[in-house]
Structures are given as structure tokens and as C-alpha cells.
């Protein structure tokens, strides 16, 4: 099969030909027909993961249909139309026994720990568990994001946020995963204030619901956290209910903070890779406004139906998020723009 290979970290990868992926008893193997490209592939491309082997397949938000099931699956059939999250959980430790499968401790993530979905197909391991079929309303480019960005924005606003109507929202850093926080948040009510240093991101965030919009930047740059986070408290008439890093960076992680009000909530959803070091957390304003940090990390399979049901019905639009879809040639160039002020607004999906 095609893949997108990264040879050397840093690089940007190209399309080569390799192996296709061995379908275990336990697992299916997915005919790629779309795969976003998410900051988390970027960092894999700059090996901030240690765990990462060359040469490597990033990738780990897609949708396709089934191509070959294993023995020990029941209930698939090749041509069944899935997504996947990025956590493969493994179904029999103890976090996915209480029904945690999203911190399972021995998940498997493609596009990481084993090869992904920038390629033409894509194994999904214990698929018992970690295979999502589509509803027929929702189309493969729309649900590529839906396994990492999307869903991932869900359960940080919905489940671990728990937003209620009428509370102040900050999302610092509107890409896929903010923008995807911007449009939940605002359909379940709450008023969002979006905070980027790009004007086309700020513009796209109040085209999703966004009631205002921060710029992140002055003329001599980034500003301070604390003058983003006075910014924020400043757009919401005081400070917001529930704030969620949205990037992965010390500066937006200590602004979220910085943006609450008493008994605030901050949610870590961006990645803070240690290779890239460890941020400094203003714990002064969590012990003195008795915040909550909390961390939010994918969303399980059992958790997908409700959210897909939001989606088929209209209540939510992810597909408003796709901005653009390139041929899967274009991924690894792509990928590499991810990191600097190239990037593009919304979510860019591949169709290999």
C-alpha cells in the first residue's frame, strides 16, 4: 500500500510504498477514505514523542470501511462504513473496566505507538470495543475529525467541563480542537470568548458561535499570559467559568488559567510534550481562587453515539470545521506547516 513515511524528524515525509498492515485475531483492518491532519501528528513529525521508531506512519483521526476483520470479531463486516478514537483501548485493565477506556493503561494509539492512517489501511486493535459505526448522514471527511479534535473537544466542554448554559467559556488556541470547542460550547449554551494570535482563526471561531474574540498578539509578538488572561476577563465583563487550553504551550496553559474566576475550571486539552519542557503553573491563583485543573484526554467508543446523534440530527456541524482536503501527497508538507504561522484555519483532511 501508499503511505506517508517519516524518514527523518523534522522533515517533511513523502508517500512511499510499504507493507500492509497484519490484521491480529483481536483487530480490523480500515480501507483509509479520510484522515485529518492534527497538531498531535506534527509533534510526532518533530519527534517531541520518545516512544516514536523510524521509519514511522503518523495519523490517527479517520473514517473508512472495513476492509479485513479477524477471527476472534464478531459483528463487523468488511464494507461497514467506522471511525475509530485515537485511544485502541484494551478493554481488561481496571480503567476500562469502570468504564474509562480513553486513560486505558494498555491502550495502543495508531499514528504513535504503531503505524497510522495517513496511509491506504489502518489497523484498529480489540476492535470489540474501539470500532464506532457511521451514521449514514455523516460523510467520511466530516468524520475523520471525529476521532481526536472533535471528540476530543466533546468530552473536555461536555463530560469533563461540565458547561452548563449561560456560563463564560474561554478556548485559548482555536484549531481543530478549539474551533471544535467553540462550536460545542456555543450549542450547549454558553457564551465563548476565542483567543488566537490568527485573525482567520478569530474570525472562524465567531463564525461558530464565538461572542468574542482575543488576539493573542501585540506588535512586538505573543503577549504575556497575564495580559491574554486580562484580555479574556476583560471580553466576558469578568472571569470565565470554564477555560480550556486548546494548543498545548506554557503560555496558553498558564493565560487559560489565568482567565478564571473563583472556582473556575481549567482544562488541559492541547499536549505540553516533556521533551519540550515542563510549564510553570501559576498555583498561587489555583490556591488563592480555589481552581479546578483538570486534564481531558480523547473520549471512549461507547461514548461516540451520543455525540454522532447530535451530529445526524443537525445540532452539531463538524463538517463546517473541514476548511480544506488534499490528496494524501500533500500530507507530509502539510504536516510540517502545522508548526508556524503557515498554518491553516479549520481542519485539512487527506483522502489518500
Known sequence: ????????????????????????????????????????????LMGHDPDIVLPHV??????GVIHQ??????????????TAPFVNACGSCA???????????????????????????VSVDNAAINLVALPDAVDVATAAGLGCRFATA????????????????????????????VMIAHAAGARVVAVDVSGPARALAIELG???????????????????????????????HLSLD???????????????????????????????????????LVVAGELQLLGSHG????????????????RLDPGALVSRRIPLEQAGAELLRMGGAGAVAGITVACP
Not at 498492515?21 to 510526532?44: E, K, N
Not at 474574540?213 to 472571569?239: E, F, M
Open 69 to 82: 476483520v479477524g477471527e476472534q470479531v464478531s459483528g463487523w463486516m468488511p464494507g461497514d462504513r467506522v
Open 246 to 284: 486548546a494548543l498545548g504551550s506554557a503560555q496558553t496553559c498558564a493565560a487559560s488559567i489565568g482567565s478564571l474566576r473563583p472556582r473556575g475550571r481549567h482544562i488541559q486539552v492541547g499536549l505540553l510534550p516533556s521533551v519540550l519542557g515542563m510549564p510553570q503553573v501559576p498555583m498561587h
Open 210 to 240: 464565538a461572542e468574542a474574540a482575543v488576539d493573542a498578539a501585540g506588535p512586538g509578538g505573543p503577549l504575556a499570559p497575564q495580559d491574554v488572561a486580562a484580555k479574556v476577563r476583560s471580553a466576558a465583563g469578568t472571569g470565565v
Open 95 to 121: 480503567q476500562c473496566l469502570a468504564g474509562d477506556q480513553q486513560v486505558c493503561a494498555a491502550q495502543t494509539q495508531p499514528g504513535f505507538s504503531r503505524w497510522g492512517s495517513f496511509a491506504e489501511l
Open 154 to 181: 466533546y468530552r473536555a466542554v461536555i463530560e469533563v467541563g461540565r458547561v452548563a448554559a449561560g456560563e463564560w467559556v474561554a478556548v485559548h488556541g482555536c484549531g481543530g480542537v478549539g474551533l471544535s470547542a
Open 299 to 314: 473520549m471512549a467508543a461507547r461514548s461516540y453515539p451520543g455525540m454522532l446523534g447530535l451530529v445526524a440530527a443537525g
Open 58 to 63: 503518523p495519523g490517527h483521526e479517520f473514517a
Open 1 to 44: 500500500m501508499h503511505a506517508v513515511v517519516i524518514e527523518r524528524f523534522g522533515v517533511a515525509p513523502v508517500v512511499r510504498e510499504v507493507a500492509e498492515p497484519a490484521c491480529a485475531g483481536h483487530a480490523v483492518v480500515v480501507r483509509v477514505q479520510a484522515t485529518g491532519l492534527c497538531r498531535s501528528d506534527w509533534h510526532a
